[in-house]
């Protein structure tokens, strides 16, 4: 897994809501090898020093995407993706489980992003919908969004995390990603057909219409976070 999806969301300071997040985006046809070299990796003295919190997942409805899983790493600091990019990532342990990673995988996606919003503890949820946009007025998009999201649950309608990041480099066919979380599938699925339908998401689709195209979507369900 050579190249590196990282998004940057702005959260607390504080593991369940992480400061920076590493994606790393990946094809394979071997799972359950994957998932097997993960729990080496995070069960060796490298990978429990690792700073962060760090998370497999799977991705499923996702059009023509070839990447098939991703692992997330959740940094709380600046310092601490700072240590773990230029420090822990050039180790010989890190190296040895990269070298590995390469023969049962192969790498899709590169993107280093920077926050903008977030609402709801994201490590409470196992499944989520994301959707990548390319946005050309960007501070609008973001007050539309953010009034949107604030009138609409304000009777908690929607059952997990939610919010909206955006990319600083690697940037190619999307500028930004918006995403909803839930416990489970069910519940994200029937809010998410709720919210799609209702007069405030017209409303709000008729404000940024001309200002954001939905690139792609995909659903992301956790396999296992340790």
């Known amino acids: 897994m050579k190249k590196i999806t990282i998004l940057f969301l702005a959260l607390s300071f504080n593991f369940s809501s992480a400061q ?24 060796s003295e490298f990978g429990k020093k690792i700073p962060a919190r760090v998370s497999l997942f799977g991705i499923s409805f996702a059009g ?8 997330t790493f959740d940094f709380p600091t600046a310092n601490a993706l700072q240590s773990f990019m230029m420090g822990t990532a050039s180790t010989p342990e890190f190296l040895y489980f990269q070298s590995m990673g390469n023969k049962i995988s192969k790498p899709i996606n590169s993107i280093l992003g920077t926050p903008v919003m977030m609402n709801g503890d994201y490590t409470k949820d196992n499944v989520f919908l994301f959707y990548y946009l390319m946005v050309d007025n960007p501070s609008l998009y973001a007050k539309e969004w953010s009034s949107f999201t604030k009138a609409y649950n304000k009777n908690g309608k929607i059952p997990g995390s939610y919010g909206l990041g955006a990319n600083i480099s690697g940037r190619d066919d999307s500028s930004h ?50």
């Open 64 to 71: 023509y995407e070839k990447a098939t899983h991703m692992v």
């Open 20 to 43: 920076f997040s590493a994606f790393f985006s990946f094809q394979t046809d071997s799972p359950e090898s994957v998932v097997a070299l993960m729990d080496n990796m995070m069960s």
């Open 177 to 226: 990603l918006v995403w909803v979380g839930a416990k489970d599938m069910v519940s994200l699925i029937n809010e998410n057909k709720e919210m799609l339908t209702s007069k405030a998401f017209g409303e709000f689709n008729e404000k940024v219409k001309n200002i954001r195209k939905v690139i792609k979507t995909m659903m992301v369900y956790r396999i296992k976070s340790y």
